[in-house]
C-alpha cells in the first residue's frame, strides 16, 4: 500500500489531524489485533463490559523495577482500527527519525526549529524512502492490515492485562478459562455471545516485536507478570554465572589434584632413593 501523495491543502491536513493522532498510540503501545466482522453497537458495548468486568480483577503492576505500581485498567482501550491510518502510523514509528530529519538540510524551519512531527513533509518524504526488509516489524504485521479490525491497546507490557483481556476475547480452557456462568452470568449474555463470536485473535505487536497467537499466549502465560519474568532472568543468569564458575573452578582444581598427585609421587620416590644411598 503506497503513501497518498503529499498534499499541503488544509483539507488533507484536517483529515490526517483527525485520524492519525488516534493511530500512533496504538502502533507504539502493546497492540493485539482483532479480526471482526462488523459488530453492531450494541454487541461492542457487550464486548467492552465484559473486558472492563475483568481488566477491573487485574491489580496495579511495575510497569519498571522500583516504581510504583500502576493501575493500567482504566487505561485499555478496545478500537475500532482504520487499516490505512494504521498501516502509515506503523510505518512512521519504525522507519521515521526525528534526529536525522532535524539534520537533514532539506527539513523546511521555522523559528521554532526544523518541522520534523509525525504528520511533517519531512516524515512523508523519509517513510516514502524507506527500504522496507522482510524482517521488519511492520512486513510481518502488514499482511494482517486487512479488512474490518479492531485493537486491543494496552500502555505498557502487562502479562496480566493480557491474560484477563484474553480469558474475554479469546478464551482457552485450562490457560485463560472463560468465567463461568455462576461467577459472571452476563458473559453469557446473548448479546455478548454474538458479539464474541464475530472476533478472531490473529496476532499482536509488543514492544515493537510482532506476536503470532503462540506468541501472545505465551505472554499472557508468563507467571507472576513482568516481576515474574524478571525472577526467571535473574534465576538464569545465576544459574550461568554458577555454571562458569563451576566450569572455571573445575579446570583449576583438576590441574592442582594433578600437581598434588605428582608431588607426592615424587617425595615417595626420593623417600625410597634415600635408604639406598645410605647404605651403599
Given at each position: 500500500?503506497?503513501?497518498?501523495?503529499?498534499?499541503?491543502?488544509?483539507?488533507?491536513?484536517?483529515?490526517?489531524?483527525?485520524?492519525?493522532?488516534q493511530q500512533n498510540?496504538?502502533?507504539?503501545?502493546?497492540?493485539?489485533?482483532?479480526?471482526?466482522?462488523?459488530?453492531?453497537?450494541?454487541?461492542?458495548?457487550?464486548?467492552?463490559?465484559?473486558?472492563?468486568?475483568?481488566?477491573d480483577?487485574?491489580p496495579p503492576?511495575?510497569?519498571?523495577?522500583?516504581?510504583e505500581?500502576?493501575?493500567?485498567?482504566?487505561?485499555?482501550?478496545?478500537?475500532?482500527?482504520?487499516?490505512?491510518?494504521?498501516n502509515?502510523?506503523?510505518?512512521?514509528?519504525?522507519?521515521?527519525?526525528?534526529?536525522a530529519?532535524?539534520?537533514?538540510?532539506?527539513t523546511?524551519?521555522?523559528?521554532?526549529?526544523?518541522?520534523?512531527?509525525?504528520?511533517?513533509?519531512?516524515?512523508?518524504?523519509?517513510?516514502?524512502s524507506?527500504?522496507?526488509?522482510?524482517?521488519?516489524?511492520?512486513?510481518?504485521?502488514?499482511?494482517?492490515?486487512?479488512?474490518?479490525?479492531?485493537?486491543?491497546?494496552?500502555?505498557a507490557?502487562?502479562?496480566a492485562h493480557?491474560?484477563?483481556?484474553?480469558?474475554?476475547?479469546?478464551?482457552?480452557?485450562g490457560?485463560?478459562?472463560?468465567?463461568?456462568?455462576?461467577?459472571?452470568?452476563?458473559?453469557?449474555?446473548?448479546?455478548?455471545q454474538?458479539?464474541?463470536?464475530?472476533?478472531?485473535l490473529i496476532?499482536?505487536?509488543?514492544?515493537?516485536k510482532?506476536?503470532?497467537?503462540?506468541?501472545?499466549?505465551?505472554?499472557?502465560?508468563?507467571?507472576?507478570?513482568?516481576?515474574?519474568?524478571?525472577?526467571?532472568?535473574v534465576?538464569?543468569?545465576?544459574?550461568?554465572?554458577?555454571?562458569?564458575t563451576?566450569?572455571?573452578?573445575?579446570?583449576?582444581r583438576s590441574?592442582?589434584?594433578?600437581?598434588e598427585?605428582?608431588?607426592?609421587?615424587?617425595e615417595?620416590?626420593?623417600?625410597?632413593?634415600?635408604?639406598?644411598?645410605?647404605?651403599?
Amino acid at each position: 500500500m503506497q503513501l497518498p501523495a503529499y498534499d499541503p491543502s488544509p483539507k488533507v491536513l484536517s483529515r490526517l489531524l483527525t485520524l492519525l493522532p488516534q493511530q500512533n498510540p496504538p502502533a507504539r503501545d502493546q497492540l493485539t489485533p482483532e479480526r471482526h466482522s462488523n459488530l453492531t453497537a450494541v454487541e461492542w458495548a457487550a464486548v467492552r463490559r465484559e473486558l472492563k468486568k475483568a481488566l477491573d480483577g487485574v491489580p496495579p503492576v511495575n510497569v519498571m523495577p522500583g516504581a510504583e505500581p500502576v493501575d493500567l485498567s482504566s487505561k485499555v482501550q478496545l478500537q475500532v482500527l482504520r487499516t490505512n491510518m494504521l498501516n502509515v502510523a506503523l510505518k512512521l514509528v519504525e522507519f521515521y527519525d526525528p534526529e536525522a530529519a532535524a539534520a537533514s538540510k532539506a527539513t523546511p524551519r521555522t523559528s521554532k526549529g526544523p518541522i520534523v512531527h509525525d504528520l511533517s513533509k519531512a516524515a512523508y518524504e523519509q517513510v516514502k524512502s524507506a527500504e522496507i526488509s522482510p524482517e521488519s516489524a511492520y512486513a510481518q504485521i502488514e499482511p494482517l492490515m486487512v479488512g474490518p479490525l479492531a485493537g486491543l491497546i494496552i500502555p505498557a507490557v502487562s502479562p496480566a492485562h493480557v491474560a484477563a483481556a484474553l480469558s474475554v476475547l479469546a478464551p482457552v480452557p485450562g490457560k485463560f478459562p472463560a468465567p463461568t456462568r455462576r461467577k459472571n452470568p452476563g458473559y453469557y449474555d446473548p448479546t455478548f455471545q454474538n458479539g464474541l463470536a464475530k472476533l478472531v485473535l490473529i496476532g499482536g505487536r509488543i514492544e515493537g516485536k510482532v506476536f503470532d497467537q503462540a506468541g501472545i499466549h505465551w505472554v499472557g502465560g508468563i507467571e507472576g507478570g513482568l516481576d515474574g519474568l524478571r525472577a526467571q532472568l535473574v534465576a538464569i543468569l545465576q544459574g550461568a554465572g554458577l555454571g562458569i564458575t563451576s566450569t572455571l573452578e573445575g579446570g583449576s582444581r583438576s590441574l592442582w589434584l594433578a600437581l598434588e598427585g605428582r608431588k607426592e609421587q615424587l617425595e615417595e620416590e626420593s623417600k625410597k632413593d634415600a635408604p639406598a644411598d645410605a647404605s651403599s
